[in-house]
Protein backbone atom coordinates (compact mmCIF):
# COMPACT_ATOMS: atom_id res chain seq x y z
CA UNK A 1 0.00 0.00 0.00
CA UNK A 2 1.43 3.55 -1.17
CA UNK A 3 2.01 6.46 0.97
CA UNK A 4 -1.03 8.32 -0.60
CA UNK A 5 -3.78 5.44 -0.22
CA UNK A 6 -2.24 4.92 3.60
CA UNK A 7 -3.20 8.67 4.13
CA UNK A 8 -6.30 8.00 2.32
CA UNK A 9 -7.55 5.56 5.02
CA UNK A 10 -6.26 7.93 7.92
CA UNK A 11 -7.83 10.32 6.52
CA UNK A 12 -11.30 8.36 6.49
CA UNK A 13 -10.36 7.31 10.24
CA UNK A 14 -10.45 10.43 11.24
CA UNK A 15 -13.36 11.49 9.76
CA UNK A 16 -15.11 8.88 9.86
CA UNK A 17 -18.17 10.53 11.25
CA UNK A 18 -18.34 12.75 8.73
CA UNK A 19 -17.24 10.19 5.54
CA UNK A 20 -20.54 8.15 6.72
CA UNK A 21 -23.11 10.52 6.78
CA UNK A 22 -21.85 11.15 3.28
CA UNK A 23 -21.96 8.40 2.22
CA UNK A 24 -25.82 7.60 4.00
CA UNK A 25 -26.36 10.89 1.92
CA UNK A 26 -24.94 9.90 -0.93
CA UNK A 27 -25.90 6.65 -1.29
CA UNK A 28 -29.28 6.83 0.26
CA UNK A 29 -30.79 3.02 0.67
CA UNK A 30 -28.07 1.09 -1.19
CA UNK A 31 -25.74 2.44 1.80
CA UNK A 32 -26.62 -1.27 3.44
CA UNK A 33 -25.48 -3.44 0.32
CA UNK A 34 -22.08 -1.19 0.67
CA UNK A 35 -21.18 -1.21 3.80
CA UNK A 36 -22.00 -5.52 3.93
CA UNK A 37 -19.57 -5.22 0.73
CA UNK A 38 -16.73 -3.27 2.73
CA UNK A 39 -17.13 -5.65 5.88
CA UNK A 40 -17.12 -8.76 3.55
CA UNK A 41 -14.29 -7.73 1.87
CA UNK A 42 -12.15 -6.61 5.28
CA UNK A 43 -12.72 -10.47 6.74
CA UNK A 44 -13.03 -12.37 3.53
CA UNK A 45 -10.26 -11.59 0.96
CA UNK A 46 -6.57 -12.24 1.88
CA UNK A 47 -5.27 -8.27 0.41
CA UNK A 48 -7.82 -6.04 1.86
CA UNK A 49 -7.17 -6.43 5.49
CA UNK A 50 -6.37 -2.79 5.59
CA UNK A 51 -10.11 -2.12 5.01
CA UNK A 52 -11.80 -0.31 8.06
CA UNK A 53 -13.31 -2.84 10.55
CA UNK A 54 -14.24 -1.81 13.70
CA UNK A 55 -14.04 1.98 13.62
CA UNK A 56 -16.86 1.51 10.68
CA UNK A 57 -19.20 -0.81 12.68
CA UNK A 58 -18.61 1.75 15.52
CA UNK A 59 -19.64 4.90 13.09
CA UNK A 60 -22.49 3.41 11.93
CA UNK A 61 -23.98 1.61 15.22
CA UNK A 62 -23.67 6.15 16.09
CA UNK A 63 -25.31 7.03 13.00
CA UNK A 64 -28.27 4.53 13.67
CA UNK A 65 -28.47 5.89 16.97
CA UNK A 66 -29.28 9.55 16.02
CA UNK A 67 -31.68 7.74 13.51
CA UNK A 68 -30.03 7.81 10.24
CA UNK A 69 -29.99 3.93 9.81
CA UNK A 70 -31.68 0.94 11.00
CA UNK A 71 -30.23 -0.43 13.46
CA UNK A 72 -31.55 -4.61 12.87
CA UNK A 73 -30.92 -4.16 9.10
CA UNK A 74 -27.58 -3.20 10.30
CA UNK A 75 -26.67 -6.05 12.45
CA UNK A 76 -28.52 -8.61 10.08
CA UNK A 77 -26.32 -7.35 7.47
CA UNK A 78 -22.44 -6.77 9.18
CA UNK A 79 -23.64 -10.33 10.68
CA UNK A 80 -24.16 -11.77 7.76
CA UNK A 81 -21.09 -10.24 5.78
CA UNK A 82 -18.61 -10.83 8.59
CA UNK A 83 -19.36 -14.70 8.74
CA UNK A 84 -19.49 -15.26 5.07
CA UNK A 85 -16.56 -13.35 4.66
CA UNK A 86 -14.72 -15.56 6.77
CA UNK A 87 -16.26 -18.67 5.23
CA UNK A 88 -15.10 -17.54 1.33
CA UNK A 89 -11.81 -16.97 3.28
CA UNK A 90 -11.21 -20.36 4.76
CA UNK A 91 -12.01 -21.80 1.45
CA UNK A 92 -9.61 -19.40 -0.83
CA UNK A 93 -7.17 -21.05 1.99
CA UNK A 94 -8.46 -24.56 1.76
CA UNK A 95 -8.29 -24.48 -2.13
CA UNK A 96 -5.86 -21.85 -3.45
CA UNK A 97 -3.83 -21.22 -0.11
CA UNK A 98 -0.69 -22.93 -0.59
CA UNK A 99 -0.56 -21.27 -4.29
CA UNK A 100 -0.81 -18.14 -3.19
CA UNK A 101 1.83 -18.34 -0.66
CA UNK A 102 4.07 -19.52 -3.38
CA UNK A 103 3.47 -16.58 -5.54
CA UNK A 104 4.29 -13.85 -2.52
CA UNK A 105 0.83 -12.32 -2.99
CA UNK A 106 0.42 -11.45 1.02
CA UNK A 107 3.40 -10.84 2.99
CA UNK A 108 4.67 -13.92 5.10
CA UNK A 109 5.13 -11.95 8.29
CA UNK A 110 1.36 -11.60 8.34
CA UNK A 111 1.03 -15.74 7.85
CA UNK A 112 3.63 -16.42 10.64
CA UNK A 113 1.92 -14.02 12.87
CA UNK A 114 -1.86 -15.14 12.53
CA UNK A 115 0.25 -19.31 12.42
CA UNK A 116 1.70 -17.89 16.06
CA UNK A 117 -1.09 -16.75 17.51
CA UNK A 118 -3.32 -19.95 16.40
CA UNK A 119 -0.81 -22.25 17.86
CA UNK A 120 -1.58 -20.63 21.41
CA UNK A 121 -5.07 -20.31 20.86
CA UNK A 122 -6.27 -22.85 18.92
CA UNK A 123 -9.82 -23.02 17.08
CA UNK A 124 -10.75 -20.30 19.63
CA UNK A 125 -8.38 -17.96 17.11
CA UNK A 126 -11.32 -17.85 15.02
CA UNK A 127 -13.34 -15.81 17.83
CA UNK A 128 -10.58 -13.49 19.32
CA UNK A 129 -8.99 -12.49 15.85
CA UNK A 130 -12.22 -11.12 15.57
CA UNK A 131 -10.97 -8.42 17.41
CA UNK A 132 -7.22 -8.33 15.63
CA UNK A 133 -6.88 -6.21 12.45
CA UNK A 134 -4.75 -8.20 10.15
CA UNK A 135 -5.10 -11.28 11.71
CA UNK A 136 -8.56 -11.06 11.88
CA UNK A 137 -8.62 -10.90 8.00
CA UNK A 138 -5.67 -14.50 8.63
CA UNK A 139 -7.16 -16.52 10.70
CA UNK A 140 -9.88 -18.15 8.79
CA UNK A 141 -7.28 -18.26 5.57
CA UNK A 142 -4.90 -20.31 7.69
CA UNK A 143 -7.70 -22.59 8.69
CA UNK A 144 -8.10 -23.30 5.54
CA UNK A 145 -4.66 -24.08 4.69
CA UNK A 146 -4.68 -26.32 7.86
CA UNK A 147 -8.09 -28.15 6.53
CA UNK A 148 -9.76 -27.20 9.66
CA UNK A 149 -12.64 -29.22 9.99
CA UNK A 150 -15.40 -27.05 8.39
CA UNK A 151 -18.25 -27.27 10.76
CA UNK A 152 -15.67 -26.40 14.14
CA UNK A 153 -14.77 -23.55 12.55
CA UNK A 154 -18.71 -22.78 10.99
CA UNK A 155 -19.33 -22.49 15.21
CA UNK A 156 -16.19 -20.38 15.68
CA UNK A 157 -17.07 -18.27 12.72
CA UNK A 158 -20.28 -17.61 13.69
CA UNK A 159 -20.12 -16.53 17.77
CA UNK A 160 -16.92 -14.94 16.55
CA UNK A 161 -18.68 -12.83 13.61
CA UNK A 162 -21.45 -12.00 16.42
CA UNK A 163 -19.88 -10.84 19.26
CA UNK A 164 -17.59 -9.04 16.64
CA UNK A 165 -20.63 -7.15 15.77
CA UNK A 166 -22.53 -6.44 18.34
CA UNK A 167 -20.04 -5.19 20.70
CA UNK A 168 -19.02 -2.11 18.06
CA UNK A 169 -22.48 -1.68 16.44
CA UNK A 170 -23.99 -1.73 19.52
CA UNK A 171 -21.17 0.58 21.44
CA UNK A 172 -21.74 2.96 18.93
CA UNK A 173 -25.52 3.02 18.87
CA UNK A 174 -25.62 3.40 22.30
CA UNK A 175 -22.80 5.75 22.87
CA UNK A 176 -21.81 7.18 19.65
CA UNK A 177 -24.51 10.34 20.38
CA UNK A 178 -23.22 11.44 23.92
CA UNK A 179 -21.93 15.04 24.05
CA UNK A 180 -17.95 13.98 24.74
CA UNK A 181 -18.11 11.28 22.25
CA UNK A 182 -20.10 13.89 19.26
CA UNK A 183 -16.97 16.22 20.29
CA UNK A 184 -14.14 14.22 20.44
CA UNK A 185 -15.65 11.35 17.87
CA UNK A 186 -12.14 11.48 15.89
CA UNK A 187 -10.20 10.71 19.36
CA UNK A 188 -12.95 7.98 19.91
CA UNK A 189 -12.15 6.22 16.26
CA UNK A 190 -8.76 6.58 16.94
CA UNK A 191 -8.85 5.07 20.98
CA UNK A 192 -10.29 2.15 19.25
CA UNK A 193 -7.77 2.11 16.60
CA UNK A 194 -5.07 2.03 19.02
CA UNK A 195 -6.88 -0.97 21.28
CA UNK A 196 -7.35 -2.69 18.86
CA UNK A 197 -3.78 -2.96 17.82
CA UNK A 198 -2.40 -3.04 21.14
CA UNK A 199 -2.65 -7.18 20.90
CA UNK A 200 -0.41 -7.81 18.32
CA UNK A 201 1.97 -4.85 19.73
CA UNK A 202 2.41 -7.26 22.57
CA UNK A 203 2.47 -10.15 20.58
CA UNK A 204 5.71 -8.72 18.34
CA UNK A 205 7.29 -7.65 21.47
CA UNK A 206 7.18 -11.06 23.48
CA UNK A 207 8.11 -12.51 20.40
CA UNK A 208 11.51 -9.91 20.35
CA UNK A 209 12.08 -9.97 23.53
CA UNK A 210 11.88 -13.90 23.44
CA UNK A 211 14.41 -13.86 20.48
CA UNK A 212 16.95 -12.11 22.34
Not at 56 to 73: D, K, M, W
Not at 107 to 113: N, Q
Not at 147 to 175: A, E, Q, R
Not at 177 to 183: Q, S, Y
Amino acid sequence: MDAGLIAQVFNFFMEIDKNILIMISTYGIFIYPLLFLIIFLETGIVITPFLPGDSLIFAVGAAAGAGALNIIILFIILCSAAILGDSVNYYIGKYFGDNILRKGLIKLEYIHKTRDFYEKHGGKTIILARFIPIVRTFAPFIAGIGKMKYGSFLMYNVIGGILWVSLFLFLGYFSGNLPFVKEHFAFVIFIIIALSIVPVIYEYTIRKLKRR
